[in-house]
T-cell receptor, first 120, second 116 residues
Framework: AQTVTQSQPEMSVQEAETVTLSCTYD???????LFWYKQPPSRQMILVIR??????QNATENRFSVNFQKAAKSFSLKISDSQLGDTAMYFC?????????????????FGKGTKLSVKP | EPEVTQTPSHQVTQMGQEVILRCVPI?????FYWYRQILGQKVEFLVS????????KSEIFDDQFSVERPDGSNFTLKIRSTKLEDSAMYFC??????????????FGPGTRLTVL
């Protein structure tokens, strides 16, 4: 079974600074996807960034980037130029490659989350 | 931008009562999911649904749970006889097709279920 571990329950960062959130996962799969979702106080889950395991290049999305280390099974999220609106819970999630014949149907496996506070 | 919607936003019920949580997925999506998040805990997968049938379910999704897509737009989660431990935030999600490399699951805003 796959597991996702986020070892930092809470973090804080000053506005405009950079912060890195850690995530490790365990799987025997070779083909999979990794995600970071943001959950602000409104509690809606919002996709921040995704990474395909077969891609060596780290994904970036504006101020958000990942450091994907496949051999180490590590998938950290870096937030540059932190803004007050980045304050939220951040969840790392894993998804096996889709398999229509009795395998994964695309369900996400989440870590416990990291609560990020951006301070003015 | 299209979005997943869920109703109600908050449901309060008595233990043993039946509840139905409703979701309207994004219109051209084919795969639908329910997840649950007990307060302070991680989000947990409950069930996935495709082509009018359950395609995968977790251990949490026991006989008291059921899902259906009654009219081609709504996607519902029914809990037959609620227990105190069913109190949680329930998220609906949908995706176009998870086999697509660029596919993404879009989540609704959630329904907070409180069982008294």
């Amino acid at each position: 079974a796959q597991t996702v571990t986020q070892s930092q329950p809470e973090m804080s960062v000053q506005e405009a600074e950079t912060v890195t959130l850690s995530c490790t996962y365990d799987t025997s799969e070779s083909n999979y996807y990794l995600f970071w979702y943001k959950q602000p106080p409104s509690r809606q889950m919002i996709l921040v960034i995704r990474q395909e395991a077969y891609k060596q290049q780290n994904a970036t999305e504006n101020r958000f980037s990942v450091n994907f280390q496949k051999a180490a099974k590590s998938f950290s999220l870096k937030i540059s130029d932190s803004q007050l609106g980045d304050t939220a819970m951040y969840f790392c999630a894993f998804m096996k490659h889709f398999s229509p014949r009795g395998g994964s149907q695309g369900n996400l496996i989440f870590g416990k989350g990291t609560k990020l506070s951006v301070k003015p | 931008e299209p979005e997943v919607t869920q109703t109600p936003s908050h449901q309060v019920t008595q233990m043993g009562q039946e509840v139905i949580l409703r979701c309207v997925p994004i219109s051209n999506h084919l795969y639908f999911y329910w997840y649950r998040q007990i307060l302070g805990q991680k989000v947990e997968f409950l069930v996935s649904f495709y082509n009018n049938e359950i395609s995968e379910k977790s251990e949490i999704f026991d006989d008291q749970f059921s899902v259906e897509r009654p009219d081609g737009s709504n996607f519902t989660l029914k809990i037959r006889s609620t227990k105190l431990e069913d109190s949680a935030m329930y998220f609906c999600a949908s995706s176009a097709h998870p086999s697509f490399a660029t596919d993404t699951q879009y989540f609704g805003p959630g329904t907070r279920l409180t069982v008294l």
